[in-house]
């Protein structure tokens, strides 16, 4: 397929392989930002393929698995009520809350509705004004655009009866959060392509220059997360910390400017809850004081539901790559991706929940903390000649 296929060329990605291989004199943590990168490296095989000194850490870029259970709690009650029209895209419906997910509520009753655009979900609140429609807004910067522009079209056709339960959540903030924490391992960056279509890369130069760290802005593909590492370890191998674009197929440096302008006026920074991680200041979004009106959580008055996580799950550590998914005692046991416990087992793109679905069940000793020769134990078992073909799998809905 045109577009896909050159970009999973498996002799091209046993030259970039070669590549990293030549130029790799010393080990480096690599974390990947986003769910779908982590999801095409285990699909692939990509982080068993590389040379021993390269690890690759699993980020925290899982749109439905950073999402609090709090915020599945409040959809929820809201979806539950007789009056409502709950609308979401259709990966939030297995979510689990604390009692139940969006399926059940359903099944007993709830009017709850996948959309494919919340303009669908304003089009219904228009058709139904006896109802209230309420879209759940979560993601990254990437899905925002859209619903901020959802928020802003009910405001100018004074469709009253729109709300919108938002958890938007912003990445430069949770980077500057791993690379700030005293536990820190990561040496450099892949920064999720998609992200930076809309908000540009200019946003990550601050920190590249305030932590000299490598930033490696890139896509999805096989070949585009290979190329993302090798230029990130050419730089750590030069002692060099440069923001690079290696996806200019899509990502211009100034991002999507009007997409940027009409996020602005519809949104406001906010501290924001990081489900497996806590709160980050200043790394999510909220309605502006002149959209406030269409905010679900107080027109529904949920704001004070509150919801503990599992006690056993180690989720944080997991994403600040402390330990890898398969060394969690609960991994594959108490915890699948039917039954998750924590963030990263609760969406396909979830580091846990790719190790699951992949099959990387080998079991460390669940004692030992990580260090790199024990994971390397594990990965070595399995490792493939770097001529193996790459697997080709349907790409994931991101952001
Ligand atoms: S396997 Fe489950 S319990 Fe363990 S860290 Fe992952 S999400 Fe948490």
């Not at 593909?221 to 190329?227: F, G, H, Q």
């Amino acid at each position: 397929m045109k577009y896909l296929d050159e970009f999973r060329d498996p002799q091209l990605a046993g030259r970039i392989f070669a590549d990293i291989e030549r130029i790799t004199t010393k080990p480096w943590a690599i974390m990947e930002v986003c769910g779908g990168q982590t999801h095409a490296i285990i699909r692939n095989g990509i982080d068993q393929l590389l040379p021993e000194q390269i690890e690759l850490i699993h980020g925290p870029g899982c749109p439905v698995c950073v999402t609090p259970l709090g915020v599945i709690d409040k959809a929820l009650d809201i979806a539950s009520r007789p009056d409502v029209i709950f609308c979401s895209f259709g990966d939030m419906l297995r979510v689990p809350g604390t009692h139940r997910d969006l399926f059940q509520v359903r099944s007993t009753g709830g009017d709850v509705r996948v959309v494919y655009s919340p303009l669908d979900a304003v089009r219904l609140a228009e058709q139904h004004p006896d109802k209230q429609v309420v879209f759940f807004a979560i993601g990254f910067e990437t899905t925002a655009p859209a619903n901020a522009m959802s928020v802003h079209q009910a405001e100018q056709r004074h469709v009253t009866n729109y709300s919108v339960l938002v958890s938007h959540v912003l990445v430069p903030p949770a980077i500057e959060a791993l690379v700030s924490s005293p536990t820190n391992r990561v040496n450099g960056f892949l920064a999720a392509g998609h992200v930076c279509s809309v908000m540009g890369c200019w946003q990550y130069e601050p920190l590249v220059e305030r932590f000299h760290v490598p930033i490696v802005v890139t896509g999805f593909e096989p070949l585009d997360v290979l190329e993302g590492i090798r230029r990130v370890v050419i730089q750590l191998e030069a002692g060099e910390a440069r923001l690079e674009n290696a996806y200019p197929r899509v990502v211009q440096h100034e991002g999507n400017v009007p997409a940027q302008k009409m996020l602005a006026d519809v949104f406001e920074v906010c501290d924001r809850q990081w489900r497996g991680i806590g709160e980050i200041p200043r790394s999510g979004w909220r309605l502006s004081d002149r959209y406030r009106e269409f905010d679900a959580e107080s027109r529904f008055d949920v704001s004070e539901i509150k919801s503990p996580e599992s006690s056993i799950c180690r989720s944080g550590e997991v994403l600040q790559g402390l330990i890898k998914p398969n060394q969690c005692e609960a991994f594959g046991k108490e915890c699948t991706p039917r039954k998750p416990l924590g963030a990263t087992m609760v969406s396909s793109e979830g580091a846990c929940a790719a190790y699951y679905q992949y099959r990387r069940l080998d079991v460390p000793d669940p004692s030992s903390t990580f260090d790199a020769a024990t994971s390397r134990g594990v990965i070595d078992a399995v490792r493939l000649p770097s001529t193996a073909p790459i697997a080709v799998a349907m790409p994931a809905r991101r952001g």
